[in-house]
């Protein structure tokens, strides 16, 4: 289940079904079982006929188009009036920061400007849903972190329910509202970002790579929601809210190295 207006990040390795489960919403493939949107089964509609934004991991940009033709393109097919094109790639143009790309091809423009276009094409018949397939794949690591802070305040500004696919666990964690997380086709776990990182389900924890995981002998549960675990030699207080607790992970970033013992009481050491 989707909310309305969030913005859901598909993470998962590759093969995972990110980019089959996009498609399935997009009506582009066969599938068992249904898709609803605002609780309205659309498995007869067509792909056009669904409302849908969609920006693929190849851009499929039309060389032989300026930027303006490219984001008008979907528009045209659907024979809407040419005053109404224009307006809409007017107000995309401004929107995307690429009015002084309008007369440029394919060829000419850089993969950050690419990927602003494609994403207006996307937007421009006013989906209800916009899925994205590792829009930032391609991009050296400055242009994706800068395109990454204009999309999430787009997307806040437009208020769309989207779909975003990404394998990299960090820029799922920058983006998401929520973070669903597959795996062979099944979704192993969903929840906010800090969920997912600080409370994986076994499966999950093995993709994000927390690799210290420590098998409990013993398990007691005291008060605020806190139980104290003893993995063999090791005890340790944790907050959790399960009843039993079999197996601790502790990320590297939390492992303190000392020559001396620290102050305090020896909890967690």
Known sequence: EIFDKELLVLLGPNGAGKSTLLNVIAGLINYEGSVFFDNKPVDGLPANKRRIGYLFQELNLFPHFDVVANIAYGLKVQKRPQKEINAKVEELLQIMKIKHLSSRYPKELSGGEKQRVALARALANSPHILLLDEPMNSL????????????????????????????????????????????RGRVEQIGLPKEIFFHPTEAVNDFIGAPNILTCDYCNRLSFGLVEVKCGDISLVVSSEREEIKKVAILPEDIYLSDTKPPGPDVNR
Request: hydrophobic share 40%.
């Open 140 to 183: 050296d690591y400055r242009t994706s972190k800068h395109l990454r802070i204009e999309f999430k305040i787009l997307q806040k500004k437009l208020s769309i329910t989207t779909l975003y696919v990404t394998h990299n666990f960090y820029e799922a964690e920058e983006m998401a509202q929520r973070i669903a997380v597959l795996d």
